[in-house]
């Protein structure tokens, strides 16, 4: 069973940067991706940026693409979003996710959730 937790969120001015991780208590095995998710306030979960385990295969929103960058270390088991060049629309609860078999990049297809890391940018 994969545990999920995730960490390194905060306050940050608009055009600063944070790293985000996930790290797994569980095994996690070379068929799974491991996706960020955010919501804002008042929205719905959306997807943020998605990694394939064994082969490191990316994947981004348009909202992110070329401001993010999502990785993986397996040898510690954990995934991490560096956020870079932030907006205030960027503010949101982020969440990490496991895809256990090959499927779609919506929140439905992504189970074991972690609990969440704020994150908050300011204008």
């Known amino acids: 069973q994969v545990q999920l937790v995730e960490s390194g969120g905060g306050l940050v001015q608009a055009g600063g940067s944070l790293r985000l991780s996930c790290a797994s208590s569980?095994?996690?095995?070379?068929?799974?991706?491991m996706g960020w998710f955010r919501q804002a306030p008042g929205k719905e979960r959306e997807f943020v940026a998605a990694?394939?385990?064994?082969?490191?295969?990316?994947y981004y929103a348009d909202s992110v693409r070329g401001r993010f960058t999502i990785s993986r270390d397996r040898a510690k088991s954990t995934v991490y979003l560096q956020m870079n060049n932030l907006k205030p629309e960027d503010t949101a609860v982020y969440y990490c996710?496991?895809?256990?078999?090959?499927?779609?990049?919506?929140?439905?297809?992504?189970?074991?959730w972690g609990q969440g890391t704020q994150v908050t940018v300011s204008s």
């Open positions: 996710a496991v895809r256990t078999v090959p499927a779609g990049l919506s929140q439905v297809d992504f189970r074991s």
């Open positions: 569980g095994p996690i095995f070379f068929s799974y991706t």
């Open positions: 990694i394939t385990w064994v082969s490191g295969t990316t």
